[in-house]
């Protein structure tokens, strides 16, 4: 898949990346990999908002339609990835996982004492992308004891906060009706 990348990429970056309606220079993040398991290569991007706009970063994902050899553009959600690109250590990242789910990591590596990692797995389940899992760590870097290390399985609502056992109740939320109060409120952090 790694070689594939390049080529799906350069057949993207002469003309606006279809219904997504942005230029490919504010491509920021793609991976790819088999998201629907059909043995045919997809794609996902994260992408810049426009010059001048308060918006976060938007996720575009694409299947290959595999009898028409073509990328679909199947989900759009402009204003959904956090990120940063005037300090660095605030810009997201994106990775295809051996299991065709896709990683979206957001994260504070460079600024202030409050330091932090946000990851959401996200896998296809009927025709659709679910955050299947959550993974959040932090640390204060002038109190080394004020740390945070939560991992859950966002369908089964079983992981770990700090080394403790941890059950909320499991839920099928799809990656458009994502937000991070969820994953923050199931592992202590605040939220709603």
Known sequence: ??????LILAAL?????????????????????????DANPDLAL??????????DNGIYIYINKG???????????????WGNYAMFGQEPELAALANGSIAITTKNDAVGRDRWRQT???AYRNFDFVVAGYTYSSYDTLDQNNTTECDFNVLT??????????????EL???????DQIGQKACGL???
């Not at 009898?67 to 990835?81: F, I, Q, Y």
């Not at 939320?173 to 937000?179: A, F, G």
């Open 67 to 81: 009898d028409e050899k073509r990328l679909e553009l199947v989900t759009a959600l402009p204003n959904k990835v």
């Open 173 to 179: 939320v799809l990656l458009k009706d994502w937000d």
């Open 157 to 170: 609502g079983k992981g770990k906060v700090n080394s403790k056992a941890l059950t909320v109740k499991g």
């Open 190 to 192: 605040g939220g709603e």
């Open 46 to 55: 994260i992408a810049k908002p426009e010059e001048g706009s308060d918006d």
């Open 13 to 37: 970056l002469p003309m606006p990346v279809g219904a997504a309606d942005f230029p490919a220079d504010r491509i920021v993040a793609a991976a790819g990999g088999d998201w629907n398991k």
């Open 120 to 122: 959401l797995t996200v």
């Open 1 to 6: 898949m790694k070689r594939l990348l390049p």
